[in-house]
């Protein structure tokens, strides 16, 4: 995966969509194409696709005007049709749609103590053959606030931190509930970034979205507040940090009510990696970003289970790999990456945006 850089200065969505879609034209339209044989190969027809689209772009115009004026605007300027770059944003959305969805695999580690600095990482699990290219993109939702994040082209947002102290790290979720049709999970982590500055901001937005599709952000400010917000059509959870101010999450709900309905597939290894984040919380605290991420390996280094390899015996659409190690830096709004697994940090080292 290689990443690409942009800053957008300006506060007008259309301006911004339109300077992402002519800078990065082809790599909005390859994402696009990508995505489209990847539902076929899941089964979904592309005229079932661009419907499921659009059902969850009108629902993101409802709730956020902005996000899909910046998405239409981004099609327009790369030259292709704009329920093609929508259906990007609403991957999840369309997923969960799919006779086959597959699965998600990430790891997130939050360490918020009071009186000192969050910690951050998280592995950033998915197919390689869908993201040759993916965004830092810093931009400017309102005058006087920046907002930092990593997402693929198209979508409007994943991981990522403001100026005002706050970050959301993001992982998939699967509930019984799960449909399509709804505000794109990716588009609630964005809002969150450009219009929160506290927690129970965060919360706030979150439980204004109709989503139809799952996933966990998790939300740390600089003054140390963390909670997963487990999204889903069933409801909004907040699992809070523990006493000890740690936060770890993986592709489960941890709220007791929703995981009644988790529909998570059999053969993920989300409860290993939950065991294995608890391990080794311990020896993380304290060091910097790329000895973090080695330290998140624990013993097992590149055979850790948070360090996704492809299975190169299985059909593309069903190999898997850790394809960003990334840390968020609440204080000086910062993002620190590495576009591999975390046991390639301490030779590689940490890149900061």
Known sequence: MELHTLTTETTDPRERGTLLGTRFGARVRRVAELYREHFTVLGLPADQVRDLADRSHEALRAWAPHLAEESDACADAAGVERWTVAAVGARTEILAACPEPGRGECSTAVFAPAGAAPQTVQTWDWHDLLVPDALL???????????????????????????????????????????????????????????ADTLDQAVEIASTARVSASTSLTVVTADCSAASLELSPAGLAVVPAGEDGWLLHTNHFLDTGLAAGDTGPADSMTAERLAHLHAVRAAMPGLSPAERARAFCGEGGADAVVCMRPDAHKPPHEQWGTLLTVGLDTADCAIDYLAGAPHEAPASGLARF
């Open 137 to 195: 993109h810093a931009l400017t939702p309102s005058e006087g606030r920046t907002v930092k994040l990593f997402t693929e082209f198209g979508a409007p947002g994943k991981i990522g931190v403001n100026s005002a102290g706050l970050g959301v790290h993001f992982n998939i979720l699967f509930h019984a509930s799960d449909s399509a049709g709804g505000v794109p999970v990716h588009a609630v982590a964005r809002r969150i970034l450009d219009e």
